[in-house]
């Protein structure tokens, strides 16, 4: 059995011209990826920043909150002694 192969050079040229159109799009895929993965990491450090300031937000609102709720209770109370003072 002989180790040599004959084929058309024609189809070889196809062969190797698909071959290499094989290639360029694989690079370009694998380009394709790299650039997903870098938006992805970014997006994902966003996302964590923007979770970050959401905590700082909401716990900045809650003592909104309580300040406002310990603001109405006096006002409240000063109403109520002001009354009192008023109807005696």
Do not use: C, G, P, Y
Request: aromatic share 2%; net charge negative; no cysteine.
């Amino acid at each position: 059995m002989s180790d040599r192969v004959s084929v058309e050079r024609k189809e070889f040229e196809n062969f190797l011209a698909e071959n290499q159109k094989l290639i360029d799009r694989s690079q370009e895929l694998m380009n394709t990826i790299d650039r997903l993965e870098r938006e992805n990491r970014q997006l994902r450090e966003e996302l964590e920043a923007s979770k970050a300031k959401q905590q700082t937000l909401e716990s900045s609102m809650h003592q909104t909150d309580d300040t406002l709720r310990k603001a109405r209770s006096n006002i409240s109370r000063l109403i109520q002694e002001a009354d009192k003072r008023v109807s005696n």
